[in-house]
């Protein structure tokens, strides 16, 4: 929570958590991260977000995502990364 920019003591990030961790295992699933995230949210909503972000990426409006248009975002966001490393993803 520091790095985004929200210090917070280890009590406050583990009521967090317990909020969060409908099956009380200590650990936040993804289903249990994904809830959180889209309470509230009109499912139509998260479809055309989706959507949009996929559309970033799918720059030739193809329905894929090469690891060329992959390269192409991430750089452009910045991160580092190799065509060989997106191949990978």
Do not use: H, W, Y
Request: a negative charge.
């Amino acid at each position: 929570m520091a790095s985004l920019g929200q210090p917070s003591t280890e009590q406050e990030l583990n009521s967090m958590i317990r909020e969060v961790d409908a099956d009380g295992d200590g650990c936040i699933s993804l289903q249990e991260f994904i809830e959180l995230n889209t309470k509230g949210v009109d499912s139509d909503e998260i479809l055309e977000n989706l959507k949009d972000a996929f559309a970033v990426f799918d720059m030739d409006g193809n329905g894929s995502i090469t690891a060329e248009e992959l390269n192409t975002v991430m750089r452009s966001l910045g991160e580092e990364c190799s065509l060989a490393e997106c191949r990978r993803m």
